[in-house]
């Protein structure tokens, strides 16, 4: 049975930063591309960043160079370390084990699955 497990998430004012952790259980394949989302109320749920199980990584324009997506050696558990967060960042966050080995060309959530129960994340002024 696959688990998936974000934590992390919190409140923060402008400018701070979170660092949230997932840990993905259970899965059936053994190199996967893994993504990072947030979905907002009313809302779909959006790719905010992405991770190969070589290290590939991507980053929606919004976050680039403000967050960043890694993985630790045994590619159990996912970071995403979130520094000069905005008020358009809060959301709830989760990540996803997708079908795919590799990321590229499927920067969706089309194949992701598997969902957590996500963490919030509020960053207010």
């Known amino acids: 049975q696959v688990q998936v497990a974000e934590s992390g998430g919190g409140s923060v004012q402008i400018g701070g930063s979170l660092t949230l952790s997932c840990v993905i259980s259970?899965?059936?394949?053994?190199?996967?591309?893994v993504g990072w989302f947030r979905q907002t109320p009313g809302k779909e749920r959006q790719g905010v960043a992405y991770?190969?199980?070589?290290?590939?990584?991507t980053y929606v324009e919004s976050v680039k160079g403000r967050f960043t997506i890694s993985q630790d050696n045994t590619k159990t558990t996912r970071y995403l370390q979130m520094d000069n967060l905005k008020p358009e960042d809060s959301g709830l966050y989760y990540c996803?084990?997708?079908?795919?080995?590799?990321?590229?060309?499927?920067?969706?959530?089309?194949?992701?699955?598997?969902w957590g129960q996500g963490t919030q994340v509020t960053v207010s002024s």
């Open positions: 996803a084990p997708s079908a795919w080995t590799f990321c590229a060309g499927h920067y969706g959530v089309d194949g992701f699955g598997h």
């Open positions: 259970g899965y059936k394949f053994s190199e996967y591309c």
């Open positions: 991770i190969d199980s070589d290290g590939e990584t």
